[in-house]
Nanobody
Framework: QVLLVESGGGLVQAGGSLRLSCAAR??????MGWFRQALGKEREFVAA????????YYADSVKGRFTISRDNAKNTVYLQMTSLKPEDTAVYYC???????????????????WGQGTQVTVSS
């Protein structure tokens, strides 16, 4: 069982920044991803990172504004969010793919462990 715990969400004005963190007991061998779900909408991909951190993917809507990174020594993955917009408002979820050799996928079904989510609210 992989327990993922997100933190760092909150209320911020448009144009501001937040950094989300996702801590796990062990995840150095897992591909990791961030997804978000706005009220009344389906969960959508935000960013993903490979096990080594050498490969990253981003949704077009956040490219250039968000940065995913990881510190395997601290078992933590981060999502640095800048230039936040009201449409970024959502519950943000951290996800892990523990399958051997798995890469950083963009679909929710590719991940088998999920955190509880952290709310990000961007006011206009």
């Amino acid at each position: 069982q992989v327990l993922l715990v997100e933190s760092g969400g909150g209320l911020v004005q448009a144009g501001g920044s937040l950094r989300l963190s996702c801590a796990a007991r062990t995840f150095s061998s897992y591909a990791m991803g961030w997804f978000r779900q706005a009220l009344g909408k389906e969960r959508e991909f935000v960013a993903a990172i490979s096990r080594s951190g050498g490969t990253t993917y981003y949704a077009d809507s956040v490219k250039g504004r968000f940065t995913i990174s990881r510190d395997n020594a601290k078992n933590t993955v981060y999502l640095q969010m800048t230039s936040l917009k009201p449409e970024d408002t959502a519950v943000y979820y951290c996800a892990a793919n523990s399958r051997t050799g798995a890469g950083p996928g963009t679909g929710p079904s590719e991940y088998n462990y999920w955190g509880q989510g952290t709310q990000v609210t961007v006011s206009s």
